[in-house]
């Protein structure tokens, strides 16, 4: 047994790599090459020229770790793993360490040499880890485009659009995470989506849920980006940037307001090249497969009709208000979570009716300031009681006037494809 030497590097790495292989090592190689002859704390067994076993260990304060302990297979069960053990504990007792820690999996390399030298298996404890899964490239990408990784609980916690929920999870979510069930029946995944509604109705949001729920990055397009340097160089900057975002294995792909790049050509000639790219971007999306475009709009009404005939998009799903049940759940969770709020979200289902998401949240936080500045007036026992949340739902103004709504519907009766 002794101190490995820059020439025993390669020997040592080619164990690492055969135990990794064989599973005998659980960490990642890299962590481990990285702390290779780190002050000496990796220790070798030779037979003349030949290594037969290693151990690589790292000091942390008074705690010595050993990361990982490899012996070749035609030498297991003879003490070479104890031997190890006792040298590296020697030189890590004598550089300060109080105490000495091993993370080994029960019956792998190692396991019974530690309890042969006196080391206690600690039982209950998990090894908790996770990998990134989307390369330093795509990141890259990511990080141009602003784009994000939407936690997994957003879909969980979308308590609006109880509906739309209910299409998209049974339509788009299901197809493209069971992909082998849905071969089975000769359902394919779908890829591109539009949705359509009145503005603050929670368009955006809902497709960042869906991210979430896929786990795929969410990036989004700004129309007002691409339109930067005038319409006549829109197409092209919409063009680039799909080749980029289809460099990326898996994406939700999301434009708002696609009626600024998409508007019918016969209201607006000078848009024939730009609709033209994102006609071309929906078939390149749809041949590529694991990305998701979803395109939404205030007023679907303006866009061009090659952009919503059937073929183009496999969902074209009417956004309005919520319905009494997403305004019971987003009500109850904006609610509940304020302090001094007594108010039984359930009360308020009807007179909220035509409110979009929005205009819910506008109302409580006014009510939740009337409460507050109630309180630093020094009244007591202020708090966000009915009577308040009611004064600030009649003094909230919907964002979707009755004239808006009646024309939402009608689009919708007219458009919607699910």
């Known amino acids: 047994m002794r101190a490995a030497s820059r020439d025993d590097l390669p020997q040592v790495i080619r164990l690492l790599e055969a135990a990794r292989a064989s599973q005998d090592l659980h960490l990642d190689l890299a962590d481990v090459v990285a702390d290779l002859g780190a002050d000496d704390l990796t220790v070798v067994a030779a037979v003349e020229n030949d290594l037969v076993g290693a151990l690589v260990g790292r000091l942390e304060g008074e705690t010595g770790r050993i990361l990982a302990i490899v012996v070749a297979p035609e030498w297991r069960d003879r003490r070479v793993g104890a031997s190890l053990i006792e040298y590296a504990e020697s030189r890590l007792f004598g550089r300060g360490a109080r105490k000495v820690t091993a993370l080994i999996a029960d019956g792998r390399v190692g396991s019974l040499s530690l309890a042969e030298r006196g080391f206690e298996a600690i039982r209950g404890l998990a090894l908790y880890e996770k990998a990134e899964t989307i390369e330093p490239s795509a990141m890259s990408v990511l990080h141009r485009w602003g784009g994000e990784l939407v936690p997994l609980e957003r879909w969980d916690e979308f308590s609006g659009l109880r509906a739309q929920r209910e299409v998209v999870d049974e339509r788009v979510l299901a197809p493209l995470l069971e992909s082998d069930l849905a071969e089975r029946f000769g359902v394919i995944p779908p890829t591109t989506m539009l949705l359509f509604g009145p503005p603050g109705t929670g368009k955006t949001s809902f497709a960042k849920a869906v991210a979430g729920r896929l786990g795929w990055p969410f990036v989004e397009i700004l129309p007002s980006k691409l339109g930067a340097e005038g319409l006549a160089m829109m197409a092209d900057e919409l063009h680039n940037a799909f080749e980029e975002l289809l460099s990326l294995e898996h994406a939700v792909i999301f434009i708002d307001e696609v009626d600024d790049?998409?508007?019918?050509?016969?209201?607006?000639?000078?848009?024939?090249?730009?609709?033209?790219?994102?006609?071309?971007?929906?078939?390149?999306?749809?041949?590529?497969?694991?990305?998701?475009?979803?395109?939404?709009?205030?007023?679907?009404?303006?866009?061009?009709?090659?952009?919503?005939?059937?073929?183009?998009?496999?969902?074209?799903?009417?956004?309005?208000?919520?319905?009494?049940?997403?305004?019971?759940?987003?009500?109850?969770?904006?609610?509940?979570?304020?302090?001094?709020?007594?108010?039984?979200?359930?009360?308020?289902?009807?007179?909220?009716?035509?409110?979009?998401?929005?205009?819910?949240?506008?109302?409580?936080?006014?009510?939740?300031?009337?409460?507050?500045?109630?309180?630093?007036?020094?009244?007591?026992?202020?708090?966000?009681?009915?009577?308040?949340?009611?004064?600030?739902?009649?003094?909230?103004?919907?964002?979707?006037?009755?004239?808006?709504?009646?024309?939402?519907?009608?689009?919708?009766?007219?458009?919607?494809?699910?």
């Open 261 to 418: 790049i998409a508007s019918s050509r016969a209201e607006r000639p000078e848009s024939q090249a730009v609709v033209n790219e994102l006609l071309k971007a929906v078939v390149r999306i749809r041949e590529a497969g694991g990305r998701l475009l979803v395109c939404a709009t205030n007023s679907i009404g303006s866009l061009d009709p090659a952009v919503v005939r059937p073929g183009r998009f496999d969902l074209v799903l009417p956004v309005g208000p919520p319905d009494s049940e997403a305004r019971a759940a987003l009500l109850g969770g904006m609610l509940e979570s304020i302090q001094s709020s007594v108010v039984d979200a359930a009360d308020f289902v009807e007179e909220t009716e035509g409110l979009t998401p929005a205009d819910l949240a506008s109302a409580v936080q006014r009510a939740a300031s009337d409460a507050f500045g109630a309180a630093r007036r020094g009244e007591p026992d202020a708090q966000l009681d009915a009577a308040r949340f009611r004064r600030a739902i009649r003094a909230t103004v919907p964002t979707i006037s009755a004239d808006a709504l009646a024309a939402f519907h009608r689009e919708a009766d007219r458009f919607q494809r699910i």
